[in-house]
């Protein structure tokens, strides 16, 4: 590693609903990730981050403020507008003479039926927007905008989940040509490229080509224990019968053991998309002399439950599947490499630390706590905070309504609390790793769950918007 002053590059990837364990040098044999592998290989992995919300607005408005979404106000999908008082990652960076460029969904407020109304100071310099591949917002939709100057109309080409989209016509290789034409038109100024895929979120719909390399025979059936859900919250039922986001998503009842593996092959061929498109960006920043001076930051904003204890899609759930998400930090000349991190880490914790990466000083108001002496070797790569705190505050209108829930892990109880309901979850992740066992009414565990509740509660209150104090009164 070197100490070089010059303030680095930030290329700045997020997926949707892509879970930690789709990577194969982390652990998944089933999936061929190379180019992910290689950020693995040359980047610090913080192998214990969680999401602030399983749900994408609200999760998205808390790392790119580095804030609670209950200090945000953000806590749902489908907000009418950004609060104004709330400072996004990409303006302080460009107060700090960083050019700053947005490709693919931002999703701070509904694109439901409309255009997203970005916040009226979001620091982008650059905005190519587009909030999913579907043609549905016009002009506004620049993805759409792009095939439609090749020449290629969405509805000639799109095969639904029985092919998807050709690869040269896909929105996450449109995503990897501007993210490249940016590269190339800002070579004067330190920049910071926001570059936001919509895969592997449903409908699964992969490239037929990608597709084909994850026959669904070969694919692993989800985690699924008879009766498992004997012994947990109602909602989970619910789902389990009616499906997914009150329906968007397949019911796993009725779902036969392949058509569950078809799901998964879906999935990681979206993925394998991704992992190809990724590769070249690498290689595009190596030939251009970028790599050095250059983080790039991969991770999604919250997982996929893809039939796990019979769920799929995402909502009011915070099992592993959907709050346990990938977090790789690379760039070899200024950070560890081949370093996997087990200390828990909060997505929030990504703004503060590229601040501090680009020797900015970080706002009080700002609650994640920066990994940066981690990944430069300064600090005990095993220890960064001692619990992760989720939420989830009604955040899906169109699922589970009226719920409300925290989640409190501290490595390895998980405590999950139903506000205003009777029933909850707590889990032993050392003794039961995939949490089939919900010991919330175990009376063994009264003592154990009394504890928790108030370590949960404790660590809730930490969340309250640390407001700047100038004086004594």
């Known amino acids: 590693m070197t100490t070089d002053p010059k303030q680095p590059n930030f290329l700045w990837i997020c997926t949707d609903q892509q879970r930690f364990d789709t990577i194969r040098a982390l652990g998944n044999g089933h999936i061929h990730t190379p180019n992910l592998d290689r950020l693995v290989a040359t980047g610090v992995t913080m192998a214990q981050t969680y999401c602030q919300n399983p749900v994408c607005t609200p999760s998205r408005a808390s790392f790119l403020t580095g804030r609670y979404p209950r ?21 302080i960076l460009a107060d700090h003479g960083y050019v700053c460029g947005l490709i693919g ?68 290789t449109w995503c990897a040509e501007e993210a490249m034409a940016f590269i190339d038109t800002h070579r004067d ?70 058509e569950k593996q078809d799901y998964v092959s879906d999935y990681y061929a979206m993925i394998d ?72 880490t909060e997505l929030i914790d990504i703004a503060p630390t590229l601040l501090e990466l680009a020797g900015i000083p970080v706002p009080h108001r700002m609650q994640g706590r920066s990994l940066a002496a981690l990944l430069r070797g300064d600090a005990d790569p095993d220890v960064h905070r001692g619990s992760v705190y989720c939420e989830y505050y009604d955040s899906l209108p169109a699922a589970h309504q009226g ?24 889990y032993d992740l050392r003794t039961d790793p995939d949490e089939f066992d919900n010991r919330w009414d175990d009376p063994a565990c009264r003592d154990l769950r009394a504890d928790l509740v108030l370590r949960s509660f404790e660590r809730s209150i930490r969340t309250v918007d640390p407001v700047t104090i100038v004086g004594n009164f």
């Open 71 to 91: 200090t945000t106000g953000v806590t749902r999908n489908g907000n009418d507008a950004f609060p104004e008082d709330e400072v996004l990652v990409p303006r």
């Open 105 to 172: 969904k931002l999703h701070l407020s509904s694109a439901d039926g409309r255009t997203e109304v970005l916040p009226k100071d979001h620091g982008y310099d650059v905005v190519r927007w587009s909030h999913g591949p579907r043609d549905g917002w016009g002009d506004d939709n620049a993805y759409q905008a792009w095939l439609r100057a090749k020449g290629v109309a969405w509805d000639d080409v799109y095969k639904g989940r029985a092919g998807g989209i050709p690869v040269q016509h896909h929105q996450t």
């Open 189 to 258: 100024r330190p920049w910071m490229l926001s570059i936001n895929i919509f895969d592997p979120h449903h409908p699964f719909d992969p490239p037929a080509e990608h597709k084909a390399k994850y026959p669904a025979e070969d694919m692993p059936l989800p985690k699924w224990r008879a009766g498992e859900l004997d012994t947990k919250p109602a909602l989970q039922r619910k789902d389990y019968e009616e499906g997914g986001q009150s329906g968007l998503g397949p019911a796993c009842r009725a779902l036969s053991d392949r």
């Open 273 to 344: 998309l991704i992992d190809l498109q990724v590769g070249r960006l690498i290689d595009h920043l190596e030939e251009h002399g970028l790599r050095e001076d250059t983080v790039i930051i991969f991770h999604s904003d919250h997982g996929e439950m893809l039939g796990d204890h019979g769920l799929i899609l995402k909502g009011g759930h915070f099992y592993q599947e959907l709050v346990h998400v990938p977090l790789i930090l690379s760039c070899p000349a200024r950070l560890m490499s081949d370093l996997r991190s087990p200390a828990l």
């Open 403 to 426: 719920t409300f829930a925290t989640m409190y892990f501290d490595g390895r109880y998980k405590l999950t609390v139903f506000h205003g309901q009777s029933v909850g979850e707590l």
